[in-house]
Structure formats: structure tokens, C-alpha cells
């Protein structure tokens, strides 16, 4: 079942040397799957990302010939329309929870008013849910959590927080945009595998963008790898290794392994043709 | 083999009384001229602190810091040990003045350094870091994150330093480009016979550029191993384990 | 060379030599100020002005002292006399014409004083900290909190009335807001990975502070000096017009309101017309500032 149908997704910003493009051109669909968007920085995926939110402002231009939400396109739409799309319908995971998070409200605070904010029901309630949400991200003191203010919770759990306050509304879309790059491999892992349990046990649709291609292979279900703003290659994420793309490839290569020691690492040479429409 | 860097029950701590932080705690190793030593823990472990109390910015610190046999006190540093020492800074985007060309920071290191001949030292630097000399009237703004790091190391070199301490130098940077960097790196150690101390989260990173390693947790050097033994997965403390486990993704 | 490939020449991201990369980052910002239209009204009325004190011997109409008291106090558009004429029959836009000479002397005898105070001590208790930055900062406090022209009073008062006493007296009212910003900005700066690295090269506080702070701060600093520029000049004004500053027979735009406030029912003009000019001149500055501001910010830089 497709979730949500990206069809000739482009983002455009005006400058003084002509248009640059963000994202030329891309297409993709999701069902109930987690679907990973690999690239480097530059490579579009986070504005494509955006894009879909409509969340690219002015003057950047977002241009498709459709993103469709249940059959609706979501282009069409009014900005309080989309108000209500965002979070109830896709919800937002960003790269760093100290920026998420208002820092002068109160943790629980903030979870409560996003599920008030889509659900009409009490505060009593509402404290009920984000008391079962941040237990569901693992928090084991939820009730000392609500209280606390972002500042005193550490990043790993600031960005468990982050999904926490995403999932309540209990949307059908996540879109996690480098959700852990900013914390410690070991904690890394425990964030990815909430994440990865509740996606799964909700039968949400994950978007998960991130530059790390081993994270990726790992944790999601299809791959798209992407380059100047277009997408190179699509593959299964446990087949990642055998892409064949030379981007990817090279990608894959440039990577030291404790496996393997080398003097030197493979450089990536950049084919200008990558990044051509119609090219590879 | 002589000792280029020798660090003994080393203490760095932020604040005063009732605020004071420790984040270094009885730290030591020793890195042989030529070797190139890692260090490695999550943030907060104190990795790069050491780099700051080497270099004295960090102030407070007690112990033993001896760099090529002679040992250094407090927070001031004289002209011989920048010449002696340098570091590259994690974020390239937050090293290099904003206002200030290439030309202008490099021409104004070997100023410092007080070397002449500086019109061709800046293009020979630049050729070193395998930018060339059309790069040399750039703002940083104009420059890519791996060209901002090469412009960094070569203002790291400009004073032809025998230790160059490496701040987490390519973290902040693509893989494609973080590979370029340490191959730079690698060749740069070979062609001037530096010795380096580098500072990572990374394991493969460090695994991939380094002969021994430290691993670090909340302060301490929990243990000094080869890189032979860290790619044989031989690890004796819990701690090494678990990261090693968590890198390789096991 | 042609428009376009000098302006290609200008615009582009591989200068060629320190000259060219000079040009090259000038002219971008010259492209996004004159994008601000309001900015470039600003700057308009500046360079006329400018242009107006330049060659005032050729554009006034008459000599801003000749009296003719058989035609004072003549109305506006009087033949002869566009802006009329004052209680001793002088010509009110030779004065004005004069008189902006007179204003942009003070203008940039404070720009040069009060901002570069404000830089040095900001600075230098920015970047030093500790005891100093204590010092330094109360020494700040303390002028911040005497009302301005009451100080500016006192002072003209101690050291006799005139121009040059009058700038001194609202440069001394003026430094402290500078170093409060040229602080800030300098604590967010010296604990940056660049300012470390000049350090880790045995660069020395004073090198740091000058060729490393300073550039940092300057833009900031412009930009508020411009958006301040309307109050300097309407304190001077303000002295001018309490008898403390420019004297008699002068043609300082505050003086002339002062002097025109004895006919400010019957003969209004004699008031008003310095007034406007004195609008119009801060009003220029404010949205210059403005434009400034959107141009110089570092915090945009290299978006």
C-alpha cells in the first residue's frame, strides 16, 4: 500500500548568479516501509525532506507534478490545511534535539501540547499519553522527564524526547533527517532501535535521511542514493553493498574499515555526467 | 626511539570550587617521534581536552606534559613550541577568520613564525595541501568544507612543526572528502616525518590512520592498545569492546 | 573589457590577486545594498549633501551673513530669497547650504571619536576579562548612566561653548553603547577555533585584537554608528540650540531653530525649514543604517 507518492519533486532558489537547483526531479513512492535517503551534503536530501512538509521558505520555490497523501496533493493545499498535515499526518525528526526542543518549556509541556494540539481531549489525558509515549521511547522516569527542561536532559535522550513528542499525534509518516548524527555511536543505536520498533509496530512509513551509508544499510528497508539534487540509484538496503552506481561505489570505498588496513583510501572521482538528467 | 609528546597523571578541570569540572583525570601515554597515536572516546570523555591543555587552552591543569624532552608549565607557551607544536581544529567552517583571504592567514603564520621569502612559501604551502595557487585569494566563504581543512593544515604547517595535534579534522565532512583529508594527512606524515596526535570518535578513522590508540571514557584513558590488536578485535577492557561493537556494527 | 566581464570579473569566486579579491567582495556588497531601495534613498540625500557642503560658495544663492534688515523675516518664495529670510534678513537657504558643512563636520568629528572609543575599551575588556573587563565596564556603566545632555551640559559648560567643545561633550555621551556591543561581540568571538589558531601561531593580544576583533566588530559597529547618527545630530542640534554649541552669526541648523523660536507663531518658516533639514539628514542616516545592516551583518556571511 503507498502511504505517500513523490512524482518530479524540484526546489528551486533564486540567486544572483540564476537559479540554483536544491532538487531536480525527484521521484520516489512509500508504503509501510522504512525507506533510507543517502547522500552528502548538497546531495538535496534534507530539502527534499522539507519539501514535502512544505516547509522550504521563501524565496525557495517547491515545484512537482504531485506529492500525494492519501490522494491528496499536498501541494494543492492551504497552509492551515497543511498545518493540520504536519504532525498528525507526517511528523518531523530533526538532526539535533537542542534545537528542536523550546528551551524554556517544560519537556512535558511540550509533549502534551503536541498531542492537544491534533487531538481534542483533556489535559489529564494528555499527560496519560505522553507518560506511555516517553516510556515507549524507553525513558524510565517518565514522570521526572516531563518536568525537566531541555537543557537538563542529555542529547540521546533529548532526541528520544524529539521522536516521543512526533509519534504522539500518532502520524502515518515519519521523516527522521539525520535523527542521530549529532550523538555517540553507542547511544546511536539504542535511538535507532525505538525508533525502529515503533515505526514498525505503529505500520508507519519511515523516511530516514541520513549521510551515513552503514547506518542506513542496516536500519532501513530500500535505499535511494542521491546526487546533485537527483536521485543516482535505488536498491535494497541489505544489497547496498553490491550497488553498482560508481557514486556509490565510490562512497562505499572511501570509507576506512578496521577489516581491511590500507595506506590509502579510494577518492571518489566525480563524473560530471552524475549529475546530468537522464545520466547513469 | 625518542619520546616526541610524554603525558604523565595528567589533570584538566574547568571552573572553580563548587563548579569545578573535571574532564581529564590521571591521564598518560607517551607517542614516539614519527607515531601517530589516536585518541578515542564519546563526547564528553575528554579527548580534546588533552589537545587543549598540550597547547595551553586550557589553563587549569596539573602534571606532566614533556614535549621532545622538555617540560612545559601553566598556560603560557613561548615561539619554540609553536614551532614545535600545531594543531587542526574540528570544524572548518569555525577555524578560519571570515573576513581573512588564504593569503591573508597564511602570509600572516609565517609572519609570526617570522620566515621570509613569504610569496613563495604560501604557494608552496597551498601545493603541499593539493589546492595550487588559485585558491590563494579566497575568502573561506568561497571555499568547500575539505578545501577550508586543507587551507587549516597548511596553516598548521606553515611553521614546519614536528607535532601536529588533529582535532577530530575530519568529522565535520562528507566521507568522499573525509578520505581525501586523511590521505593528505597520511602523505604529509611521510613527506615532512611528522609525528601526530589525533583526536576521534571514529574508530575506523583512527583504526585507519594511527599505530597505537588511547580509548577514553569520562576522563580517563581506559586502555592503550596497537592498531593490530584493535583490528583483531582484542580489546581487554569492557568499555573498548562495547565501542569497538558499536563502530563496526556489530 | 567590456560591462559584463568586468562585472563577471567582479562577481566571481576565484580572485586573482589581494586587490582583486578586495574588489571582488566590495562590489557583492554594494550589489545587495542597492537592492534596498529605501537604502539607496538614504544614500542619496547623504551624497547631496555631502555634494551641498562641497561646493556651497556655488550653489548658495547669497552669503549666509549678509544682513539685509529692510527684507527680514520675508516669506518662503520670496523672489530672491526661495526659503525666505530671518530676523536679520539673511537668506535661509544660503544659511542651510552653509550650515550642512557645518553638520557633517560634527557628524564626522563623533564617527570618529565615539566608535572608536567605544571599539578600543570594548575590546579590550572582551578580550582580556577578568579584572580589567570588571573596570572597564563599571568606568562604562557610570557614563551610561548620566543623563547625555546634562553631561554634554557640564562639560560645555567646564570648557566654554563652541563646535569642537560640543562634539567632545556628545562623543564622551556617545562611546559607552559602542563598547557594550563591541564587548559582546568580542566575547562571542575570542573563544572561536580561528581566534585559537592565531593564538597556537604566538600571535600576541594586541595582533589578535587588531587585525582579528577589530574587522569582526567594525561592521557592527558602522551600522550602529549610522543608526545613531540621527540622534548626534540632533543633539548638536539640541546644544546648538540651548546656546552651547555653534555661536552666532553661525549657520549651524540647531542655532537657527533657536534663533527662529521668537517668531515661531508669526513667521514659522524661519523655524521650520532647519528643522526639516535636520529631519531629512536623520532620516537618511536612520535608513542608510538599516541597508547597512542587512549588508554588513556577519552572521549572514557566506550564505
Known amino acids: 500500500m503507498t502511504l505517500l507518492e513523490v512524482e518530479n519533486l524540484r526546489v528551486k532558489f533564486p540567486t544572483r548568479q540564476g537559479v540554483f537547483e536544491a532538487v531536480r526531479g525527484v521521484s520516489f513512492s512509500l508504503g509501510k516501509e522504512r525507506l533510507g535517503i543517502v547522500g552528502e551534503s548538497g546531495s538535496g536530501k534534507s ?50 534535539p537542542k534545537f528542536s526542543l523550546n528551551p524554556v518549556m517544560r519537556v512535558g509541556d511540550q509533549i502534551m501540547e503536541a498531542y492537544l494540539l491534533h487531538n481534542r481531549s483533556s ?86 535521511i541520513s549521510h551515513d551509508l552503514n547506518l542506513v544499510s542496516e536500519f532501513c528497508d530500500r535505499v535511494l542514493i542521491m546526487y546533485a539534487g537527483r536521485v543516482v540509484e535505488t536498491c535494497a538496503a541489505d544489497k547496498l553493498h553490491e550497488a553498482t552506481h560508481p557514486y556509490t561505489r565510490g562512497l562505499l570505498n572511501s570509507l576506512p574499515r578496521l577489516d581491511e588496513p590500507r595506506r590509502h583510501l579510494e577518492v571518489l572521482q566525480r563524473d560530471p555526467a552524475w549529475a546530468e538528467e537522464g545520466g547513469a | ?126 601545493d ?55 590521505n593528505l594527512l597520511t602523505d604529509l606524515r611521510a613527506e615532512h616525518g611528522l609525528t601526530y596526535l589525533m583526536v576521534s570518535h571514529d574508530l575506523p578513522v583512527i583504526g585507519h590512520m594511527c599505530d597505537r590508540l588511547a580509548v577514553m571514557k569520562d576522563g580517563r584513558i581506559v586502555e592503550v592498545m596497537g592498531v593490530e590488536a584493535l583490528r583483531r578485535g582484542e580489546a581487554r577492557e569492557d568499555y573498548s569492546r562495547d565501542l569497538l561493537a558499536a563502530s563496526v556494527g556489530a | 573589457m567590456s560591462d559584463m566581464t568586468l562585472r563577471q570579473w567582479l562577481l566571481t569566486d576565484a580572485p586573482s590577486s589581494r586587490r582583486h579579491a578586495r574588489l571582488s567582495s566590495f562590489y557583492k556588497g554594494w550589489l545587495n545594498l542597492r537592492s534596498n531601495t529605501m537604502a539607496m534613498v538614504g544614500l542619496g540625500i547623504l551624497v547631496a549633501l555631502v555634494l551641498a557642503a562641497i561646493f556651497a560658495p556655488w550653489l548658495a544663492p547669497h552669503d549666509p551673513f549678509a544682513q539685509d534688515l529692510g527684507n527680514r523675516l520675508a516669506p518662503l518664495g520670496t523672489p530672491g530669497h526661495v526659503l525666505g529670510t530671518d530676523s536679520l534678513g539673511r537668506d535661509i537657504l544660503s544659511r542651510l547650504i552653509y550650515g550642512s558643512r557645518i553638520t557633517l563636520y560634527i557628524v564626522a568629528l563623533v564617527a570618529l571619536l565615539a566608535p ?130 555653534a555661536q552666532p552669526p553661525s549657520p549651524e541648523w540647531g542655532a537657527m531653530i533657536s534663533e527662529g523660536r521668537r517668531f515661531i507663531l508669526d513667521h514659522w518658516w524661519v523655524a521650520t525649514m532647519p528643522g526639516l533639514a535636520i529631519f531629512t539628514v536623520s532620516l537618511a542616516f536612520n535608513l542608510l543604517g538599516d541597508g547597512l545592516r542587512d549588508v554588513l551583518d556577519p552572521k549572514d556571511e557566506g550564505k
Not at chain 3, 173 to 186: D, G, H, L, Q, V
Open chain 1, 47 to 96: 530539502m527534499t525532506g522539507r519539501a514535502i512538509l512544505r516547509l522550504i521558505r521563501p524565496p525557495g520555490i517547491v515545484e512537482a507534478d504531485g506529492i500525494r497523501l492519501e490522494g491528496r496533493n499536498l501541494l494543492d493545499l492551504s497552509e492551515t490545511a497543511m498545518r493540520k498535515v504536519r504532525g498528525q499526518k507526517i511528523s518531523m525528526v530533526m538532526q539535533d
Open chain 3, 116 to 245: 572608536v572609543a567605544g571599539l578600543l575599551v570594548g575590546t579590550v575588556a572582551g578580550y582580556t576579562g577578568g579584572i580589567v573587563d570588571a573596570v572597564l565596564m563599571r568606568i562604562t556603566d557610570i557614563f551610561l548612566a548620566f543623563p547625555r545632555l546634562v553631561l554634554a551640559l557640564a562639560f560645555v559648560a567646564a570648557l566654554g561653548a563652541g563646535i569642537e567643545n560640543a562634539v567632545l561633550a556628545i562623543s564622551l555621551t556617545a562611546w559607552p553603547p559602542y563598547a557594550r556591543i563591541a564587548r559582546a561581540e568580542t566575547l562571542t568571538i575570542r573563544s572561536a577555533d580561528y581566534i585559537s589558531a592565531v593564538r597556537l601561531q604566538g600571535a600576541g593580544p594586541i595582533r589578535i585584537i587588531t587585525r582579528h576583533i577589530w574587522p569582526l566588530c567594525i561592521s557592527s559597529l558602522i551600522v550602529r554608528v549610522t543608526l545613531d547618527m540621527a540622534g548626534i545630530i540632533l543633539a548638536a542640534a539640541g546644544l546648538g540650540f540651548l546656546g552651547l554649541g
Open chain 2, 128 to 182: 603541499d595541501v593539493g589546492l595550487g595557487a588559485k585558491f590563494r585569494f579566497r575568502y573561506p566563504h568561497q571555499l568547500s568544507g575539505g578545501q577550508r581543512q586543507r587551507v587549516a593544515i597548511a596553516r598548521a604547517l606553515a611553521g614546519e612543526p614536528d607535532i601536529l595535534l588533529l582535532d577530530e579534522p575530519t568529522s565535520a565532512l562528507d566521507v568522499s572528502v573525509q578520505a581525501e583529508i586523511l
Open chain 1, 123 to 208: 489535559k489529564a489525558e494528555a499527560r496519560r499519553r505522553a507518560i506511555e509515549m516517553l516510556e515507549a521511547v524507553s525513558i524510565r522516569d517518565p514522570e521526572r522527564v516531563l518536568r525537566a527542561y531541555p537543557h537538563e536532559v542529555s542529547g540521546g535522550m533529548g532526541q528520544r524526547i524529539m521522536i516521543a513528542m512526533m509519534l504522539i499525534p500518532d502520524p502515518q509518516i515519519l521523516i527522521a533527517d539525520e535523527p542521530t548524527s549529532a550523538l555517540d555511536v553507542s547511544v546511536q543505536r539504542q535511538v535507532l532501535g525505538i525508533m525502529d520498533r515503533l515505526v514498525k509496530d505503529r505500520g508507519m512509513g519511515l523516511i530516514f
Open chain 2, 1 to 126: 626511539m625518542s619520546v616526541a609528546l610524554r603525558i604523565e597523571g595528567l589533570d584538566v578541570w574547568f571552573g572553580d570550587g563548587r563548579d569545578r569540572v573535571d574532564a581529564v583525570k590521571e591521564a598518560g601515554f607517551e607517542v614516539a617521534t614519527g607515531e601517530s597515536f589516536g585518541l578515542v572516546g564519546e563526547s564528553g570523555s575528554g579527548k580534546s581536552t588533552i589537545l587543549r591543555a598540550i597547547t595551553g587552552l586550557a589553563r587549569d591543569w596539573s602534571g606532566l606534559i614533556e614535549v621532545e624532552g622538555k617540560r612545559i608549565e601553566g598556560a603560557r607557551r613561548d615561539r619554540a613550541f609553536f614551532k614545535t607544536v600545531q594543531m587542526v581544529f574540528q570544524d572548518p567552517y569555525a577555524s578560519l577568520h571570515p573576513r581573512h583571504t588564504v593569503d591573508q592567514v597564511l602570509s600572516e603564520t609565517l609572519s609570526l613564525h617570522k620566515l621570509g621569502d613569504v610569496d613563495a612559501r604560501v604557494v608552496r604551502l597551498l
